[in-house]
Structures are given as structure tokens and as C-alpha cells.
């Protein structure tokens, strides 16, 4: 039904034209062909992007009085210094005026950031007003503010501490703060981090550019009001991605922690991110009737502020890392695909803990979702790998057609939608629901892995809601729940399965099944209080006879077929 998500972000992204020195072979980082993930990686980085030497420059010395250089490339002005030639500039000192490049749009300049502190009063303290490429290397601390509110230039507000209209890029070991009444850095074209440390306090959005933002290597600590970083282009949102290699991220944003307008892959890095004041900020969910997806008071998807910790207009690749978001709203959101291979993710969450609207795909790594109102939510939901613990006051998995929201709510709540679907195929799966442990719109099939449900313990849910057919092919399959909405596997599945309804159980009942020689083939305690269970692996087995304890219910079981119990309306299911 869909693409493989990698083949779909590798076009993306390399079929995108990159504004990045185009005139140096050295610097091209256009592919002809489609390449593969790894190779792409390493070209998302040039040479320039990685020269960070500091021999051969041309000191400026900052003062009180005024800047100190006799080079002909820098002109000094009332209340700026600007660099009119390419070449390579090392500044240090104190100056109270801004740093302007305005070279040739083909040349280059590298500047030197070396202990410099600049302080601007309603413009930019560096500005890149026009160059092919400008690199800027760290050394030492530096400081960068601006006071007061910006103006405009010809038209154009000039509003970050740091504000390009052409590719910039920063290396080096050393530090840099920046304080704004507004944006942080500003570039509108690409953007490239290869080290160094960023703390950076903003009014606005912490990062933001009209092309990419691509993260070597650096650590950042960004308090902002808005997103902390953000790429936003409406003319051609494909070159607005956003890839990281590697870093250390501490955002506290008021809006998204990190944003695009098309995708994003990270393959490494360490992401402690908070959006919109965490989960506890989150927008109250109100249930309208059973089954039904609730209405909610929560931020719209149009809304110019989003409270999202990761969020994608594309695909979303997930590689490796660790990380913690807390977010008011979805905890990672993409409005195509989400595929995670690798990593170790905590989502806490005012709203769904994972969200595409497309395809989510768990494939390795571990997951661990402790608050959220539904844990991992997309169209199609496919699990064939890593470890997943999940906490939800609504639904732990949910496929259903639509948009976030309220919009993937529909009249008939027992209509089947035939593209949505949920696959478990390998992996170990923990869901503790108040709503349904497991829903999908569709189909719902197990293949394989270890899947462990404790689900609602009353109420209009049930620990599996399907409104398409269930099957089991492998797997070890264990959900617990209430009865009133409760549901086993069907006639097509080709592994022995167990649902029966009992008597109410408290929570930590022991769970146990054993063959005819009275051996256990299958032991669990409920988390819960239950009045039904699903129960499947390889053991059960067509012609055979089984004892079933729950708690204080026991009871013999022979399967007479290969699915034993169908619903509720169907005690002791086919036999």
C-alpha cells in the first residue's frame, strides 16, 4: 500500500537542489544519482562546512573606541563593520555596533569568532547581507545581543542576533550566547552546525531558516517562545529539511521543540526537549460517547503556534539517539510517515505520544511512552521490532483514517476503513489503556513478537477493538480488559487463540495456562482489573485441551477449532 519510508526520504532529500557553492567542485553536494542513506549522510557536509583553521586570518581588533584592522577588505562605519571582501577574518574584543559580510554573490568569507563580545542596538550583531558562503568558527566564548526591538532595511525586517540571506555555517570548539528580543538565528537559505556550543534565548523561535538546518555536531541549549528550530519555506518546502548526525539538544520552546515544513532524519544525538510547558500544559480530551473519538479542546493544526516536541510536514526517520520530550501536544508528529529503527525515546505527552498521519513504523530501538492520551496513533501502524512500554489514558494503538484530532473521529463507530491497519510482527509491545488497548479502524494482525495488553477496566472500550478481522499467524499475544466492547481473534487466523469472559478479577491476578501434561506453556499478572482476556501463542494448538486460571476463575478449555471464543455474544466461541 505504501512506499518504503527510507527509499521515500532518500528521494526527498536528494532530489532537493541545495544553494550550496555551486561554483566549487569541492563544495557541491548536489547528487546526480540516488545514492544510499550512508553516502548521502556524508554529503550533506562539504569541505568549507568543515574548515575551521584559523592560520592566515586577518585580525580585527574590537574596542570601546572602535574596530582595529588596516586591512582593505574591512570598512568601518558609524555603528557596524563591514566585510567587503572575501577571505578569512578573526575578530576579538568588545564593540558596540554589528558585524555586516556584503561581498560578490559568488565570493566567500570565513569569520573567526575569538572571545568576541557585540552588542547591537534594533539590528543584527552579525549579518550576512549578501556572499555565496559564510563560515563562521568558534573560539573561545563569545557573546552576541541585540537591545531593543528591530528595524527594517529596505523592506526586509533585519530580526535575529544573527540574520543571513545566504548559507552560513558554523564549527569550531568554542561558545556562543545570544540574547534577542525576537529570533535567535535567522538564515534564509541553508544552514549548517559542524561543533561548537549555541546557548541561545529568544523571544521567537530559537533557529529558523527558509532552507535546510543540518547538524553535525554542536551542542545547544535554547530557550525560545516560539519553536526551537524551525524551517519554514511556502515556495519550496523540500529544501526546508531538516538532518541531524549527531548533538546534544536541550530545547524549552513555547511552540514546537523542533519543526519543518518537510522532513527530518536524525540518525544520533541527544534531545531533552519540552514544547508548550510539557504534558501537563496539554488540552483537555472530552469522551462523547463510547467508542467514539472524543472532541478536545487542543490547539488546531492551523493554529500559527504549535506545542508539538517533533513535528514534520514530511517524513519523520528516527535512527538512532536518546530521547526525552515532553510536549503539550503530540510528542513527535509528521503529516506523512514515521519510521523508527534505533534509539531509546521517553514521550510524554498532552495528546498522542507518536503521531503520521500516514504510516508509524517501529522497527527497533525502545519506546516508552508514560503519559499520553493515545500512545502511538497513525493510519497504518506496523511494530517489528524494538521494546515499546506504553501508558494511555485513551487508546495505547489506534489506526484510523483522517487528520490528528478530531477529524479522525467518524458517525459509524463500527465502520471499517480498508486501508487503515495495525501489524505486529516482532518485538515486545506493554500497553496499560483506559481506552481501548488496541483499535484499529481496519484490520488488526500478529505475526509475531511478544504483545502484552492491559487494557480498560469498564466502560464502552476493551482491550482489543477491531472493526475489520483479527488474526493471529504468531506471536505471543496476552490482552486483558473489560468485557463490554471486548473482541478475539477470527477464523482466519492459523495460530491457536483463547478468548473467554469471566467474573470481575482484581488487579494482580495470575494469569496461567497449561497443556493436558499440566505444564505451563503461558504465565502473566494483570496490572488491572479484568472481566475478559485474549490469549495466543504457538503452544495452543487445534485438538488439544488446556486449563485456564485467572485470578479465582479456572476452568478446562478444548479447541475445537483453531480460534476459541469470538465475542461476548458468543460464549466459549466455536467448539
Known amino acids: 500500500m505504501k512506499a518504503i519510508f527510507l527509499s521515500i526520504l532518500c528521494l526527498c532529500l536528494l532530489l532537493t537542489v541545495w544553494g550550496c557553492d555551486s561554483s566549487d567542485p569541492a563544495e557541491s553536494s548536489t547528487p546526480t544519482t540516488v545514492e544510499t542513506a550512508e553516502l548521502f549522510a556524508q554529503e550533506q557536509f562539504s569541505q568549507r562546512d568543515r574548515d575551521s583553521s584559523t592560520e592566515d586570518s586577518i585580525p580585527v581588533h574590537l574596542t570601546a573606541q572602535g574596530p582595529v584592522c588596516e586591512d582593505r577588505g574591512i570598512s568601518v562605519g558609524k555603528d557596524s563593520i563591514t566585510v567587503r571582501s572575501p577571505g578569512k577574518y578573526r575578530f576579538f574584543g568588545e564593540y558596540h555596533g554589528s558585524i555586516v559580510v556584503d561581498v560578490d554573490k559568488n565570493d566567500h568569507v570565513h569569520l573567526i569568532l575569538d572571545n568576541a563580545v557585540i552588542t547591537a542596538e534594533q539590528t543584527a550583531a552579525l549579518y550576512v547581507k549578501q556572499a ?19 528595524s527594517t532595511e529596505g523592506g ?40 561548537g556550543s549555541y546557548d541561545i534565548k529568544a523571544q521567537r523561535h530559537g533557529i529558523s531558516t527558509e532552507g535546510s538546518i543540518r547538524v553535525g555536531d554542536g551542542t545547544f541549549t535554547l530557550e525560545t517562545q516560539k519553536d ?25 520552546a513555547g511552540g514546537d521543540g523542533i519543526s519543518t515544513d518537510s522532513a527530518l532524519r536524525i540518525d544520533d544525538g541527544s534531545f531533552i526537549l519540552t514544547a508548550g510547558g510539557g504534558s501537563s500544559k496539554g488540552e483537555t480530551h472530552y469522551e462523547e460517547a463510547p467508542g467514539f473519538r472524543p472532541t478536545s479542546t487542543a490547539v488546531t493544526e492551523d493554529s500559527s503556534t504549535g506545542t508539538k516536541g517533533i513535528n514534520a510536514a514530511d517524513d519523520i526517520l528516527i535512527q538512532g539517539g536518546s530521547f526525552q520530550i515532553n510536549s503539550a501536544d503530540d510528542g513527535i508528529h509528521s503529516k506523512g510517515n514515521v519510521e523508527i529503527l534505533g534509539g531509546s525515546l521517553t514521550v510524554e505527552s498532552g495528546d498522542d505520544g507518536i503521531h503520521a498521519e500516514e504510516l508509524l513504523q517501529i522497527r527497533g530501538g525502545e519506546v516508552t511512552v508514560p503519559t499520553a492520551y493515545e500512545g502511538l496513533e497513525g493510519h497504518c501502524i506496523e511494530i517489528a521490532g524494538g521494546r515499546i512500554h506504553i501508558v494511555a489514558s485513551d487508546d495505547g494503538l489506534n489506526a484510523a483514517g483522517g487528520a490528528d484530532g478530531s477529524g479522525m473521529g467518524r458517525n459509524d463507530m463500527f465502520a471499517v476503513d480498508k486501508e487503515a491497519y495495525i501489524t505486529l510482527s516482532g518485538g515486545r509491545l506493554f500497553v496499560d489503556s483506559k481506552g481501548d488497548g ?39 499475544f496476552i490482552a486483558a480488559g473489560a468485557t463490554g466492547m471486548a473482541t478475539g481473534f477470527g477464523a482466519g487466523s492459523t495460530q491457536g487463540s483463547i478468548f473467554v469472559s469471566y467474573s470481575t478479577q482484581p488487579s494482580g491476578s495470575k494469569v496461567s495456562l497449561k497443556n493436558s501434561f499440566g505444564e505451563e ?10 472481566s475478559s482476556i485474549v490469549l495466543s501463542c504457538p503452544q495452543i494448538k487445534e485438538g488439544e485441551s488446556y486449563h485456564l486460571t485467572v485470578g479465582q476463575i479456572e476452568g478446562d478449555i478444548l479447541m475445537t477449532d483453531i480460534v476459541y471464543g469470538t465475542s461476548p455474544t458468543h460464549p466459549g466461541g466455536r467448539r
Not at 555565496?132 to 528591530?150: A, I, M, Q
Not at 524551517?231 to 519550496?236: A, P, R, Y
Not at 483479527?470 to 505471543?476: E, F, I, N, R, W
Open 132 to 150: 555565496e558562503k559564510v563560515v563562521v568558527t568558534l573560539k573561545g566564548t563569545n557573546r552576541l545581543l541585540t537591545e531593543e526591538s528591530f
Open 156 to 195: 526586509n525586517k533585519i530580526d535575529a542576533v544573527i540574520f543571513a540571506k545566504d548559507d552560513l555555517s558554523f564549527n569550531g570548539e568554542g561558545a556562543l550566547f545570544l540574547q534577542s528580543p525576537d529570533h535567535g538565528i535567522v538564515c534564509k537559505d541553508d544552514l549548517v552546525f559542524l561543533g
Open 228 to 252: 526551537g528550530m524551525n524551517t519554514d519555506n511556502s515556495v519550496d518546502p523540500l529544501s526546508a529539511y531538516i538532518y541531524i548526525a549527531r548533538g546534544s539538544f536541550t530545547l524549552q
Open 438 to 476: 488496541i483499535d484499529s479502524n481496519g484490520i488488526f494482525t500478529v505475526t509475531g513478537g511478544e504483545t502484552y495488553i492491559s487494557g480498560p477496566s469498564g466502560g464502552g472500550n476493551s482491550a482489543l477493538d477491531c472493526n475489520g478481522e483479527a488474526t493471529v499467524t504468531g506471536g505471543l
Open 521 to 530: 506453556i503461558l504465565s502473566w499478572e494483570t496490572t488491572k482489573s479484568s
